[in-house]
T-cell receptor, first 114, second 113 residues
Framework: EPEVTQTPSHQVTQMGQEVILRCVPISNHLYFYWYRQILGQKVEFLVSFYNNEISEKSEIFDDQFSVERPDGSNFTLKIRSTKLEDSAMYFC????????????FGPGTRLTVL | DQQVKQNSPSLSVQEGRISILNCDYTNSMFDYFLWYKKYPAEGPTFLISISSIKDKNEDGRFTVFLNKSAKHLSLHIVPSQPGDSAVYFCAASARRGTYKYIFGTGTRLKVLA
């Protein structure tokens, strides 16, 4: 069964450093998403991406964040200058983008900012 | 942001019995609802969904009920199995103009053998 994959599974970085989290969505899906879950809190929407542009973003997704689909398979989330409060699980998701709107999630990347 | 609420943080059920997980929402624009299961160190796994035009959807041991007037949905698992032990998240979406999901805080289900 096709699945969303994410790398790395765990990323440790120093405050102020840039990080790039990588995702490979399900191959025939058209919509891509990033969510995050701070420990003990809800899964929160960050951004959706379609046709090589951001279609929606939350207030969390400020100028420190960016997304890119650099080739036909990868979807990345970049945090330019990490803060302690960026420590969280980051989940990538994808959906077909048609009548079937279900989003399928990857296993997540645990980001730890020291 | 409390648009989707799961008021029970945990639930314990005996194997073979019914598990009922509840979810309430406040936004009347929501028209699509989903349940995800999550094991530790894994991503949310899609279980079952329901559109607001229905009031029930079944898939094997899993049934989701939607009560629009009460803004309430529930997930029934019958019979419960030890492998069902996980955190269950309710999510909702207002699909007109947005694709984002709003998640509840989750209910940790423990099925006792």
């Amino acid at each position: 069964e096709p699945e969303v994959t994410q790398t790395p599974s765990h990323q440790v970085t120093q405050m102020g450093q840039e990080v790039i989290l990588r995702c490979v969505p399900i191959s025939n899906h058209l919509y891509f998403y990033w969510y995050r879950q701070i420990l003990g809190q809800k899964v929160e929407f960050l951004v959706s991406f379609y046709n090589n542009e951001i279609s929606e973003k939350s207030e969390i997704f400020d100028d420190q964040f960016s997304v890119e689909r650099p080739d036909g398979s990868n979807f990345t989330l970049k945090i330019r200058s990490t803060k302690l409060e960026d420590s969280a699980m980051y989940f990538c998701a994808s959906s077909p983008g048609t009548a079937s709107d279900t989003q399928y999630f990857g296993p997540g990347t645990r980001l730890t900012v020291l | 942001d409390q648009q989707v609420k799961q008021n029970s943080p945990s639930l314990s059920v005996q194997e073979g019995r019914i598990s009922i997980l509840n979810c309430d929402y406040t936004n009347s624009m929501f028209d699509y609802f989903l349940w995800y299961k999550k094991y530790p160190a894994e991503g949310p796994t899609f279980l079952i969904s329901i559109s607001s035009i229905k009031d029930k959807n079944e898939d094997g041991r899993f049934t989701v009920f939607l009560n629009k007037s009460a803004k309430h949905l529930s997930l029934h698992i019958v019979p419960s199995q030890p492998g069902d032990s996980a955190v269950y998240f309710c999510a909702a979406s207002a699909r007109r103009g947005t694709y984002k999901y709003i998640f509840g805080t989750g209910t940790r289900l423990k099925v006792l053998a």
